[in-house]
């Protein structure tokens, strides 16, 4: 499995009708092979969008972990960041899920681009159930519950043209990493905003329709410098850089 | 082949007495089966730890591209950040390496810990060329020319007490992003540096020992907030507000 378990996380259909939880699968795999759970002991549990706590290992058997629960704590603060991201290879795809949901990022819209290769959308990484995993492992390490809401669009104009403010909402600043821009992100006073949304595009950018139609709905732009970067890496440097500047989230 | 080449980097041995240059392997074959470079075309091209400028294709024959060189323009301005880095993953050393290139990073030292396992020592990335196979994939990235400096040390107290000063200098910063710090980054006023190390322990984290061992050593801890991060987000997210918060380097 990749990633690391800070948190085994529990869901809904886990729970008995005593209140305790029963694993099975990777998770009950984990548990058994990977922390060597004995009963008695206690394991970092969250239930998926709701709280964090203990969980005491009444049994771990093969395929089967059964949890005494008890869910006390929220999880991390949110990021207050979504993200409009144009759809990276696949490799880098698995790479940039897990990461920005261990971000706490709330919202990503997975959007085709000019510059996106028709072929990722056949891609197996794209399917709802691998998101889903990629994301969890990504919740899993920064010990978070809250899964990150993803939409796929294969229409680029159309979503940005009719879809875009119902989705993001009216009170995110808009933001637009792109290379041509003169202003860097601190002259994008965004130390008031308390909500964010960033729209990165592919390896090779955002062709200039693409960023004039951005910029017609709101988006902001600001330069990265002069270093080109993956996807991969723009992401979680974009992602840091805007959490630490930015509002807290409310 | 991982990575998108944005400048085409030369050695020292690809240039001949007339001034030209002939590249031989990986970069013949990807000039010719990804660029597709016609005679007469102009393609960008800096040489290793030198200028950059246009290569123009006098001859892309399977396994030698000829290129006349103009090298002219400095590669981008370096982000003036060293990093000491517990040994991370071989998976995630595969992913730091090309991401540190592609910031600009200027030396990078791979230290054992003790959260390390032994068994990475072994891993082929850790070998010299398939280190600066990664390195010159970010450096293609990026458009940089200049080669970071790696160091591997295989044991930790011995680095930190007798090499560390030798190898940082006096001048840097030395930061440590270590939980349970109470300061943020914005708390330690980095603003004024501008040279800054990074001390990025291994998933888990640094042990108390080793923590304080760099704290004793003018390390200064600060939290990265209550999220977890997997290494090779750790490091983009850290280097992006590490460079966005630091004064330009000299």
Redesign the interface.
Known sequence: ME??V?LLLLFDEDFQPDGTARLTGRRAQHAREVLKAEPGESLRVGRLNGLTGTGEVLENAPGLLHLRVELTDPP??RAGVDLLLAIPRPKALK?VL??VA???VDRIVLVNAARVEKSYFDSKVLNEAFVRELLLQGLE????TRMPEVLIRERFRPFVEDELDAVFGPEPLRLLPHPPASLS??ARDITRATRVVLAIGP??GWVPFEAQLLEAHGFLPFSL??????V??AV??????VT??KAPAP
Chains 1, 2 share one sequence.
């Open positions: 990633g690391t800070n991390p603060p790479k897990p990461a261990s971000l706490g390490q920064a010990r978070d992100l601190q390896d090779g410098g002069p270093r080109i970067l993956r991969e890496t979680p440097v974009l992602l840091g850089q630490l500047l």
